[in-house]
């Protein structure tokens, strides 16, 4: 299976650097599949995903790559400036994305707080009191 895993990422670090606009929306959430299997075994993927941030435009792949900011904040350098760049939109994402959004900006805050803090109440701000959705709300 490892072996299989890692000929997976290889390829998912292929299709990435190719930039195959199709295939990188499925390739983002392959690579969040496994990280979430493999937290800590194939963190080189991140730095590539990471670099294609605004080739993702599908929703599915926005909140994969959201969660995957998130969940590695503290190992990506400018992750604070990527999730930033993507609140003027925030409310004009489907609601898949928003929750992403709002949980990778609080595990942003928990990571760095001192970098994030401004950001933090903003995306919660938009959150609670701009947002329809009451789930994203709450």
């Not at 998912?12 to 295939?23: C, L, R, S, W, Y």
């Not at 995903?49 to 926005?62: A, F, G, M």
């Not at 590695?72 to 898949?96: G, R, V």
């Amino acid at each position: 299976m490892n072996r299989s895993v890692s000929r997976a990422v290889q390829i998912i670090q292929e299709i990435v650097q190719n930039g195959q606009p199709v295939a990188m929306q499925e390739a983002v959430i392959i690579a969040k599949n496994i990280f979430r299997r493999f937290p800590t075994k194939y963190e080189r993927l991140i730095s590539f995903l990471v670099d294609k941030i605004e080739h993702y435009t599908e929703p599915d792949s926005k909140a994969a790559i959201f969660w995957i900011i998130g969940e590695y904040a503290d190992k990506i350098e400018n992750s604070e400036t990527m999730i930033e760049q993507f609140c003027d939109e925030f409310l004009q994402e489907p609601d898949s994305v928003k929750l992403s959004l709002l949980t990778a900006t609080v595990k942003l805050y928990l990571k760095k707080p001192d970098e994030s803090e401004e950001l933090i109440h903003k995306v919660l701000n938009l959150a609670t009191e701009q947002a329809d959705n009451p789930d994203i709300k709450d």
